[in-house]
């Protein structure tokens, strides 16, 4: 589906064309201008890639938002508001709620949906679309991201190394038509970084220790200062 990239980066945001101090004035494809501080890059070690192309022609940059459900110290949201804003285009964050999992529950239903709330008020201030999607019943909101992708330039999503995540991400990485970029925030070190097993702790250990100041990479702590601005949804797209 996807391939970490090392050296690859000149169909992506660079740290040369994208400085994380220097203010840029984009558009938002409706004549509309806007301001922000451009962000920085992430580490490359953090990112894998589908094959498709990105989609210039396209009207938003989606963000699917799957297992970093938050809008801080986020670097899956911290490449999507890079993507809106070298394509000047607005951003759409798209979290679905899944029902019918095997490990669903009352319990992890209600701290995704207080979590959701956060997130509606924190992306409504920053002025950004959010679709936030409950499954009634398993298998309703099946289609709903390719529907959504189908008007969008490039999609971003988080890694996640278990539960039904890899799996899911894999075949919609197969199925879109556009560029989706898998990134990797799960915590200091990026999964794809050492490129091999460890089978002691210690030698594990040895190799953070040699590595981590070129691997050290935390989150902006806000992305969504870089004003970005919403975008409308068809509504035959959510029907």
């Given at each position: 589906?996807?391939?970490?990239?090392?050296v690859t980066l000149l169909s992506t945001p660079t740290a040369t064309s994208m400085d994380a101090s220097r203010n840029f004035v984009s558009g938002d494809g409706d004549g509309v201008i806007w301001r922000g501080v451009m962000l920085a890059p992430i580490h490359p070690h953090r990112l894998c890639l589908s094959a498709a192309p990105v989609r210039p022609s396209r009207s938003y940059v989606l963000y699917w938002m799957i297992s970093a459900r938050r809008t801080r110290w986020s670097h899956?949201?911290?490449?999507?508001?890079?993507?809106?804003?070298?394509?000047?285009?607005?951003l759409v964050v798209f979290e679905p709620l899944r029902a019918g999992s095997k490990w669903s529950s009352e319990r992890v239903h209600r701290f995704v949906l207080q979590g959701m709330h956060d997130n509606a008020v924190?992306?409504?201030?920053?002025?950004?679309?959010?679709?936030?999607?409950?499954?009634?019943?398993?298998?309703h909101g099946r289609g709903l991201l390719e529907a959504l992708a189908a008007d969008a330039a490039v999609v971003v999503t988080d890694a996640f190394p278990t539960h039904f995540l890899p799996r899911m991400v894999q075949v919609a990485g197969d199925r879109l038509d556009v560029r989706m970029d898998v990134v990797d925030g799960?915590?200091?070190?990026?999964?794809?970084?050492?490129?091999?097993?460890?089978?002691?702790?210690?030698?594990?250990r040895r190799w953070v220790q040699k590595n981590v100041a070129d691997l050290w990479d935390p989150p902006?702590?806000?992305?969504?200062?870089?004003?970005?601005?919403?975008?409308?949804?068809?509504?035959?797209?959510?029907?």
């Open positions: 589906m996807c391939i970490y990239i090392v899956g949201l911290q490449q999507a508001v890079r993507w809106s804003q070298q394509l000047g285009k607005p924190r992306l409504a201030e920053a002025g950004v679309t959010y679709y936030p999607f409950v499954e009634p019943e398993p298998g799960n915590g200091v070190i990026p999964m794809a970084a050492p490129g091999r097993d460890f089978t002691v702790a210690h030698s594990f902006v702590a806000d992305p969504l200062v870089a004003g970005l601005g919403g975008a409308r949804i068809a509504q035959a797209t959510l029907s």
